[in-house]
């Protein structure tokens, strides 16, 4: 048929980390691309969007956490049967950073229901001045490394490695027996 809801995949992705990072900009760049520095928490549940890759169509639903994580409440539904999670930290924040290790990654590990999960990191608003960066590159190479992640360094503001992160996520979910 014709209709535009037809998908040969269905996938779910989510965004974590510390509020403030980026992630709803980061969602709003990959589904509207677009960006709006005057909203500081977006809010949004879940954004839908298609992507085609190698002849396939893929439907994506990804989450955010509209603010839920400064309250650390992210529950075991919001892993639940996730392909993919995107963990995000701002370069300029090193707690962001350090946070990964001592909380997001504890919460997949504990509650992702799928063994094959794949993880990608995202080092977020590389555009602000160099003097501001306090998370070098290889820092976040190493991590990635360290924690079985792809990575890349992103901004949502400027849309580098925006579109990117999301096709060698799903990329890699797709390679995934
Ligand atoms: P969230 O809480 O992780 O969803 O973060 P938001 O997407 O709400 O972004 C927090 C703040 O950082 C907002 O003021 C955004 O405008 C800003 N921001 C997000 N991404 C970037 C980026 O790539 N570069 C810069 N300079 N600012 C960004």
Redesign the pocket.
């Known amino acids: 048929g014709t209709a535009g809801g037809e998908f040969d995949h269905l996938f779910k992705v989510l965004l974590i980390?510390?509020?403030?990072?980026?992630?709803?900009?980061?969602l709003l760049r990959f589904t509207s691309d677009t960006?709006?520095?005057l909203?500081?928490?977006?809010g949004v549940d879940f954004k839908l969007k298609m992507m085609s890759l190698q002849g396939k169509r893929l439907k994506l639903t990804i989450w955010?956490?509209a603010?839920q994580e400064r309250f650390r409440t992210l529950t075991s539904s919001y892993y639940r049967g996730a392909q993919g999670v995107i963990l995000?930290y701002d370069v300029t924040r090193r707690a962001t950073f350090t946070n990964l290790s001592d909380i997001w990654l504890k919460e997949v590990e504990r509650y992702s229901t799928n063994e094959d999960c794949i993880k990608m990191l995202i080092g977020?608003?590389?555009?602000?001045e160099e003097s501001e960066r306090v998370v070098t590159k290889k820092e976040g190479i190493a991590f990635a490394r360290q924690h079985g992640c792809l990575f890349l360094e992103?901004?949502?503001?400027?849309s580098i490695n925006v579109q990117r992160c999301f096709d060698e996520l799903v990329q890699k979910i797709l390679d995934t027996p």
Do not use: E, M, R
């Open positions: 980390g510390d509020s403030g990072v980026g992630k709803s900009s980061l960006f709006d520095d909203s500081p928490t977006i955010d956490t603010g995000v977020n608003k590389v555009d602000l992103a901004s949502a503001k400027t």
